[in-house]
């Protein structure tokens, strides 16, 4: 497994773990989970009383932090250290349950404010750049999604098109896979899963990667099939599987990381100026009339 070329960035270091945890063994999967589950703890422990607290070895321990793409337990420390002192310095809503609406609301939006930013963690800003080249320099572009990411991929459609990029979002899964077996090299396929095991989803990838196109996955595991099978692999999201409460506000990374491809493309292409108040004026009208 490769290594990261860079830490990740303050407060997203849980991202990163949480993002990589299930590509690992059981063992490895323990110590990640202690790590997540009590950072501030393993912060301050020594290689052998994180071994003791997962009932592994000390050289599951360090072999968990070379997989995770760290130089070694240290490493994770000062990164754990790093963004615990950036967090402390944050005001503290805690969903409890027990607060009114006037106390839990602020704090839901607190949580998702603060994951949002932390759920960068993963994000490989190499392969997202790569990415908006081989979009912007597309003959034709298909976007496959469904289960929940499907609302993702709908929006990300809309927004390409308000800026002059022809595109297709087929809803149905049927219709996902045939229009990936037509396409042809020069063609780029982005498929949306957050588990990036979505198997619908994986079979129009299949098609596309038959046909020998350039694939885009963005999903929220860093080593998934669909991580395997894209071209480049965007990630990021895996924060919003360790609370439940707000779970469904999951769907806005992923609405976020596309938003931030198409503005890539559209400014890589001057598409952004070129599409202008008029072919958002023209969406508008489509849309009220059809209410």
């Not at 599951?60 to 070694?72: A, E, H």
């Not at 944050?90 to 006037?102: A, N, Q």
């Not at 037509?182 to 098609?207: H, K, W, Y």
């Not at 503005?263 to 070129?274: F, I, L, Y």
Request: negative net charge.
């Amino acid at each position: 497994m490769s290594a990261v070329t860079i830490d990740p960035p303050v407060g997203g270091t849980l991202s990163l773990i949480r993002s990589l945890i299930p590509s690992l063994g059981p063992s490895e999967r323990r110590v990640a989970q202690e790590c997540i589950d009590f950072a501030a703890e393993v912060a301050m422990l020594s290689v052998a009383d994180v071994a003791s607290r997962t009932d592994t070895s000390s050289a599951t321990v360090i072999r968990t932090c070379q997989n995770l793409g760290l130089k070694g337990f240290q490493h994770l420390r000062l990164l754990l250290l790093r963004d615990l002192g950036a967090a402390s310095r944050e005001p503290d809503r805690r969903l409890t349950g027990e607060e009114g609406s006037r106390g839990r609301v602020p704090a839901l939006f607190d949580a998702a404010v603060r994951d949002l930013r932390d759920a960068l963690g993963a994000l490989d800003y190499g392969q997202f750049d790569a990415a908006v080249t081989a979009v912007a320099g597309a003959k034709r572009l298909l976007i496959v999604a469904n289960g929940g990411s499907g609302p993702a991929a709908q929006m990300v459609a809309l927004r390409f098109l308000t800026t002059n990029r022809p595109c297709e979002a087929p809803y149905d899964s049927i219709t996902q896979q045939l229009s990936a077996r037509l396409l042809q090299p020069g063609d780029v396929c982005i498929a949306v899963s957050d588990s990036g095991m979505n198997g619908t989803t994986l079979r129009a990838v299949e098609a596309a990667a038959a046909a020998g196109v350039v694939i885009v996955g963005v999903t929220s595991y860093a080593r998934s099939r669909l991580s395997e099978m894209a071209t480049h692999t965007l990630v990021a999201g895996a924060d919003f599987h360790a609370w439940g409460d707000g779970a469904v506000t999951g769907n806005l990374t992923q609405m976020l990381i596309l938003s931030a491809l198409q503005d890539g493309v559209a400014r890589s292409t001057d598409a952004s100026s070129a599409a202008g108040p008029t072919v958002l004026d023209e969406v508008m009208g489509i849309v009220q009339s059809a209410e």
